[in-house]
């Protein structure tokens, strides 16, 4: 079996901090391989993009190296060190044992010299390199918390933002134009009841890709809206900081978003029992009408004030057609029946009338809910103050990871039930463009109808059908309570 000199190369900084790629590495490793053993055949196994500040990620090269040394495919080990080869105390004596099993007693290093395997100077560097590895993430993690502390923006793509300076010249963000126009639109969608499909499709429309260039997918939409480099928000280890760049949302409507965004919804299984989803947006399976159902439900009955169910209705001629029943398993009497199709086109064709008045227009203005949204969001915000206070905490070792366990649990719960009212409160009514939702009305789903025709209804009320209009439809078995009105 032919055997190998393995030159074991790994990303590196030297003592002035100097990166030392695995390039280079590997041609010192050649020219090492070539005056000391000369005509022996020559393997890399060069890890480039893990460094030793990472020790439990994978390292497939340094894998494929453990198995020719097991498989007797290698006769001569070289590294720039010792630490290039294995950083951790532990895993290094596990590899020593495994080097001398290979008949390799020796390792080959630039700055090392000849390093005994399995003696007593080995395994102090291991110690001491492994000091050294906690010592860096230390350094690299309070270099990180500064920053974050500061307010300077994380790495990484953002979808509506680019890099750029302060005229300090520190690290920040600027929003790119027309992105930042389109999240904004589309933070004010999903307020107005818009499915994130047809947001995303809205989006790929005008001409929004991937922060990397691909195609626009509602998940990394959906991410970019909940994320708080959006607001403007700094966040790393649980503490939060107004970030140095400005935001694409301001605070209550980034609130709201992430609000309807994240509601909790109650599904049920196969077995029949309820079951709590998390995280997830409100949606209904098996909804069909767009006045019945949800909570409250939309429509009543006039006589004893039980909601409404819509089911179809089998007539004599064996045809059968969507009605508005007053159901005894919702607890009625079966005061009302209605064709449903009738009732709708009644419902809408009174809304738009009423959005072409110049008064309810006006009216839309007033948002009754502003002071509770207001407060909503201060609390929030509270909740992610004492979040920092208590991520400060636990780092100074104030609290016991019990505490900290429980504190953070307690807060989450707060800020779920906190969040799913600011969910359920209606969007502020000046966010919503009438002229854009008449024209999107046809291709609109069933839930983003829902969703709009409850900003403007509180309630549609069928009343019992006088005896000579029995037999045919009469607008005047139907009134609304207007929202804003």
């Known amino acids: 079996m032919t055997q190998y000199v393995a030159l074991c190369c790994r990303i590196s900084r030297d003592k002035s901090g100097r990166t030392e790629g695995v390039q280079a590495q590997e041609r010192w490793g050649r020219e090492y391989a070539a005056a000391t053993w000369p005509g022996v055949p020559v393997e890399v196994f060069a890890d480039g993009n893990n460094s030793a ?20 495919r290698i ?13 951790d105390e532990l895993r290094w004596f596990g590899l020593a044992a495994e080097l001398d099993a290979a008949g ?9 010299g000849l390093v005994d395997v399995r003696g007593e100077v080995a395994g102090i560097k291991a110690v001491l390199n492994a ?10 993690m309070d270099t990180l918390a500064d920053k974050a502390g500061r307010g300077l923006p994380p790495g990484g793509a953002h979808a509506c933002y680019r890099g750029a300076k302060t005229p300090d010249g ?20 999903v307020l107005s009841g818009w499915s994130m499909a047809n947001i995303t499709t809205e989006l790929r429309a005008r001409g929004v890709t991937g922060t990397r260039g691909g195609e626009l997918g509602a998940s990394s939409v959906r991410s970019t809206l909940l994320s708080p480099t959006i607001a403007g928000k700094r966040v790393h280890q649980g503490a939060t900081v107004r970030g140095n760049w400005p935001p694409v949302l301001d605070e209550p409507t980034w609130r709201a978003v992430t609000a309807k965004l994240t509601a909790d919804r109650v599904v049920q299984r196969s077995d029949g029992e309820a079951h709590l989803v998390r995280g997830r947006r409100r949606n209904h399976p098996g909804r069909k009408y767009l006045l ?16 409404l169910i819509g089911a179809p209705k089998v007539h004599r001629n064996g045809t059968s057609k969507p009605h508005l029943l007053c159901a005894v398993v919702k607890g009625g009497r079966a005061c009302v029946s209605v064709a449903m199709d009738r009732v709708d086109e009644l419902v809408m064709d009174r809304l738009w009338a009423e959005l072409d008045k110049p008064e309810f227009l006006h009216a839309l203005a007033v948002d009754e809910y502003a002071e509770r949204r207001d407060a ?45 009212e600011l969910a359920n409160l209606p969007a502020p009514r000046a966010r919503v463009d009438v002229a854009e939702a008449r024209e ?29 209009t029995k037999h045919t439809f009469d607008p005047n078995r139907v009134s609304i309570a207007w929202r804003v009105l």
């Open 53 to 72: 500040m990472n020790p439990d990620g994978p390292r497939p090269e340094h894998d494929r190296f453990k198995e020719w040394l097991a498989a007797g």
């Open 75 to 87: 006769a001569h080990v070289w590294a720039v060190e010792q630490s290039r080869l294995e950083r």
């Open 104 to 112: 390799i007693t020796h390792l080959h290093t630039k700055r090392d």
């Open 131 to 140: 000091g050294e590895v906690r010592k860096m993430r230390r350094r690299l």
């Open 170 to 189: 520190e690290k920040t963000l600027e929003p790119i134009p027309d992105r930042a126009e389109a999240y904004a639109w589309a933070a004010d969608a």
């Open 292 to 307: 019945t159902g949800g909570d409250p439900c939309l429509v009543v009955c006039g006589v004893c004030g039980c909601d």
């Open 376 to 420: 909503l969001v201060k609390q929030l915000g509270d909740l992610e103050q004492q979040r920092t206070e208590l991520a400060k905490m636990w780092t100074r070792r104030h609290l016991t990871a019990a505490e900290w366990s429980t504190a953070r649990a307690d807060l989450a719960d707060q800020e779920r039930e906190l969040s799913g």
């Open 440 to 468: 999107a009305w046809p291709y609109m789903t069933l839930d983003e109808r829902r969703d709009f025709v409850r900003l403007f209804i509180e309630r549609v009320t069928i009343h019992r059908a006088a005896p000579e």
